[in-house]
């Protein structure tokens, strides 16, 4: 009886420090000049991962295996991100691909866009341009309200003054699932007052070459 009680709570507590793990690691802060970050991080998430896995599951199960590595290769592409050092209120995504590309994100999903935020945008620049990074994607349906989009003449004059050409172009939402999601979550079952005129199905992208 007392060797069933502990199986019991022992797959709960594993699980419990594998997710403590997950927090701790992601949330220990990466920098723009440390991209290696990537590495540790997935590596470290993988290794929490795989030990549970392990001590909860002795015997070789190729399907849960098959699931965290999948999950480590989307972690390594897609769940890294470094924060700025002038700035709180956004998140850089760097390029796998291109070390001159950014992504540039809200902290928050409903942080509203505000003049602060756009001020801590050109502080993430001036950052980003001495760390050699050229050009920053921005991508939200927070660039539209209802069915239209919002106007960027005052973002466009500061833009030309400090001689950076902007692109601008839609984005198909269907290619934006996950975000989709977040979102749907706050406006619909949290009914957060910021994004309540946010259209989900209209993203909008903007290039910054910096």
Partial sequence: MLLLFLELISIPI????MFFSIYIIQTTPSTIHNLN???QKTGGVGLAMIG???LGFP???YLLYGLIIGFLIFHFFYGFSVTSTRAQSLVIVPSLLNKHQVQVHLATLSQPFTRDVYNDLFLVIEELKAANVR???LVSPMFSKKTE???TLFFESILKKRNIALESHPVAFYTKPWSCFLLGIQKYLLRTPSIQSLPLTRWHK???HI
């Fill in 206 to 208: 903007y290039t910054l």
């Fill in 149 to 151: 989009l919002r106007n």
């Fill in 59 to 61: 015997t070789p199960n």
């Fill in 52 to 54: 549970t896995a392990l």
């Fill in 37 to 39: 970050h990537r590495y």
């Fill in 14 to 17: 594993m699980l419990i420090a």
């Fill in 135 to 137: 050009t920053v994607i």
